[in-house]
């Protein structure tokens, strides 16, 4: 195959369209992203390698991760899936900065996963929780330090000169200061493939970085932009054919009878929920879906909305409403029975994730008094690319995956468990993600795609309609929290008492829940850096079956809600400036720091255009702290956000131009589960089906928004914080804060607009 990207071919290697053409044509949709390159830009192929494509220059593998050409190409194996956040070429940069080449030059790919544990570096890992900088950055350093290291011995062993203070690298070519001979990173390969990893070299030293803390161009953007990156729901193999689910509707629901295959199907497929991906009433061996399996999409999404199957629907289907879920909630606020180690989760069972002091009594002595509750409904995720996934299954032999998903080692695992096949014989392709925020994360689409390809013995891409994925998904939690507290003179708390209730993600997932309760519930409420006078923070096991899953902040987008909108009535009780009242109460420098640059940015203290207000919230996770200013004036139907100022401490900042594209994204993503983002429930079934009744900002109602990242020195002492959901958690209770200002109106449940149409 030639190697230049005169002569590409699709990243699924003699794939064809829906109409079977080949694709030996280049067009948009089929440009090789992952073809080897030998003159010219960096070919990002982020998970779909050909063998074609590197056996067409002799190659050697340096290590698990870096693959160098005799033509001195150069491919990294980056772990990290790609969902839009840009994670896999900030790692790529780290790498680069080590190896001192040019990151232009290099072809990024993603590794294939493994079941070691750990993961070598460059195989593929579960991406989530805004950890890939974050858990990745130092030991990516590290390996590029030391294969940089091995290339120059290959070099020392080559030109027969041991001192290594001769030799120098300037991008991949490794030079001997004496003598002036040269070589290439191809030419010494192989060699340093032979020899052993040094540990503890050297790292490129912080004055003399040219890629890290600077605004590097990402080079899977044009190819997102042309429309050349390959998602899940591009892929296209010889002899497919189109499966389309139907779930039923009501959660819990078990299938009756396999219905008649109708006219024009190839197959239905009953698919069960399969072992270790049992999720609420979404319970392990139920018969919860049918696919209908055709030659085209349409043909199967047709066919699939006129089967009419029958369902044996749960005993409590009456009772699984969103008001139900509310009644509970309420009781809970102020019930429940104190956790005792019965190594059981128990609906109602209060758990304390911390205590100091005795805040029942301070509060009770305190002159004025705050208690007050603040709800958030269960939230999709609503991802542009809805689920989907292709397998090609040989019976005994073989099967092959594509699939725009978070966790690849996950899906090799369960995909070994549902064919009986080993390892070696499974290969799992990442995608490009049209979109994850946590829901790609599960395998209930790969397993369901699995399970068709098994019963039809051909391969097969499977798909969720969009009515599918809303009604279907495995929800951000609904939630109640009370905050009491009690308020001294000035900016004094006297006594805080927190209660999130809530169901548990983790319990739902077979976890026994320790003694403080479900992390992912209370997390962002324990732990602040306010100077309480005493505190109880709270975690009570709310009982609704709905599934649920990780999504972009989870528990800090629900208690830094309730936190800063509890700390804002504070502020407006004591008479106090909020964002005053805040940097009076907070201990620690990091978080006066942020809260004191988004203040300076948004010009607080000083008026904004006529008919506006602003308001203000700090908060932090994944090792990273964020503050926001949200700006809004009256519409006809409520708040129109004019103008938004966010501020992040991530500590080490790789990519300043990708941390600014994720903080305005999460504030966008923010933005739309503030205002509109709800599902509801009536008898088990899911309300909201579609955008139309699940309203998102469109283009011309997006804010303005500023972004100002506090630096840190580039030092392992310094934590590295994680920036692709650190828009989200701040917005909503900004942006509260801010309508109670500009309204006296204070807005304790959310959304702000529920029931929006995109009519509105």
Request: aromatic share 6%; with cysteine; charged share 15%.
């Amino acid at each position: 195959m030639n190697t230049t990207t005169d002569n590409t071919h699709s990243t699924m290697m003699n794939t064809t369209t829906d109409s079977q053409e080949p694709l030996s044509k280049l067009n948009r949709r089929h440009f090789l992203a992952s073809s080897a390159t030998v003159a010219g830009g960096l070919m990002l192929g982020f998970g779909l390698s050909p063998q074609e494509a590197h056996s067409a220059v002799s190659r050697a593998k340096v290590n698990l991760w870096l693959d160098v050409g005799a033509d001195n190409s150069i491919t990294l194996s980056v772990g990290t899936a790609d969902m839009g956040q840009g994670s896999a070429q900030s790692l790529a940069i780290a790498l680069c900065e080590e190896l001192m080449v040019d990151p232009a030059r290099v072809q990024v790919v993603t590794g294939k996963p493994s079941l070691a544990s750990p993961a070598p570096l460059g195989a593929s890992i579960t991406t989530a929780g805004s950890g890939m900088i974050k858990n990745y950055f130092w030991k990516t350093r590290d390996a590029g330090a030391a294969a940089r290291e091995m290339l120059i011995s290959a070099a020392m062993l080559d030109m027969g000169d041991s001192n290594r203070s001769n030799y120098v690298v300037v991008d991949g070519v490794v030079r001997n200061t004496s003598n002036s001979q040269s070589r290439t990173y191809g030419q010494l390969a192989a060699v340093a493939a032979t020899l052993s990893v040094p540990t503890g070299v050297p790292l490129v030293a912080t004055g003399s970085l040219q890629y890290i803390g600077k605004a590097v161009k990402r080079q899977d953007i044009p190819l997102k932009v042309d429309g050349s990156a390959v998602y899940g729901i591009d892929v296209r193999i010889p002899n497919m054919v189109y499966a389309v689910i139907k779930h039923c509707p009501t959660f819990g629901g078990v299938l009756k009878t396999t219905p008649a295959k109708p006219s024009g199907a190839i197959a239905v497929v009953p698919t069960s929920v399969v072992t270790g991906l049992g999720r609420g009433l979404d319970a392990v061996g139920n018969v919860n879906a049918l696919a209908v399996v055709a030659t085209t999409t349409w043909d199967a999404m047709r066919l699939a909305n006129g089967l009419k199957p029958t369902w044996t629907l749960p005993a409590t289907a009456s009772k699984l409403s969103t008001t139900q879920f509310k009644a509970d909630a309420k009781t809970l606020l102020t019930g429940g029975t104190a956790y005792t180690n019965t190594g059981t989760n128990v609906t109602g069972t209060v758990y304390t994730v911390e205590t100091s002091g005795t805040p029942a009594a301070a509060i009770t002595a305190s002159s004025k008094k705050l208690d007050v509750t603040y709800t958030l409904p269960y939230v999709a995720h609503a991802c542009m690319e809805v689920l989907n996934c292709t397998v090609n299954y040989v019976a005994g032999v073989s099967c092959e995956i594509w699939a725009p998903t978070q966790a690849a080692k996950t899906a090799l695992s369960l995909a070994a468990t549902l064919t009986g096949l080993t390892t070696d014989k499974i290969t799992v392709n990442t995608t490009f993600l049209g979109g994850g925020l946590g829901r790609k994360i599960e395998m209930d689409f790969i397993s369901q795609a699995i399970q068709v390809a098994m019963a039809i013995n051909r391969p097969v891409k499977l798909m969720w309609p969009r009515e599918q994925d809303f009604t279907h998904d495995v929800y951000r939690p609904m939630a109640a929290v009370r905050v009491q507290a009690g308020l001294g003179a000035g900016s004094a708390v006297n006594g805080w008492i927190y209660r999130n209730v809530s169901p548990s993600l983790l319990a739902q997932r077979g976890l026994t829940l320790p003694a403080t309760g479900d992390s992912q519930g209370y997390e962002a409420s324990q732990a602040l850096p306010y100077n309480f006078g005493a505190r109880t923070t709270e975690y009570a096991l709310h009982g609704s079956p709905i599934p649920i899953g990780f999504w972009r902040s989870v528990g800090a987008s629900i208690n830094t809600f309730a936190v800063e909108s509890a700390i804002d009535e504070a502020a407006a009780a004591a008479g106090v400036d909020p964002y005053q009242y805040r940097l009076n109460l907070l201990t620690d420098s990091r978080w006066r720091n942020v809260l004191q640059t988004v203040a300076t940015a948004a010009a607080w203290g000083t008026a904004g255009p006529s008919g506006t207000a602003k308001g203000i919230a700090i908060g932090a996770a994944f090792n990273s702290i964020s503050a926001q200013v949200v700006e809004v004036k009256k519409g006809t139907k409520g708040p129109v956000v004019t103008r938004v100022w966010i501020a992040i401490d991530c500590g080490i900042c790789v990519n300043p131009d990708q941390v600014e594209a994720q903080l305005i994204g999460g504030v966008i993503h923010g933005m739309n589960s503030a205002l509109y983002g709800q599902q509801t429930f009536t008898s088990g079934v899911a309300q909201a089906a579609n955008f139309n009744v699940n309203r998102m900002t469109v283009l011309n109602e997006a804010p303005d928004v500023k972004v100002s990242i506090i630096s840190s020195p580039l030092d392992r002492s310094v934590s590295v914080g994680g920036v692709g959901e650190l828009g989200v958690p701040t917005f909503a209770p900004a942006l509260a804060n801010a309508w109670f200002k500009l309204t006296k109106t204070r807005v304790r449940d959310l959304p702000f607009l529920p029931g929006s149409t995109m009519s509105d």
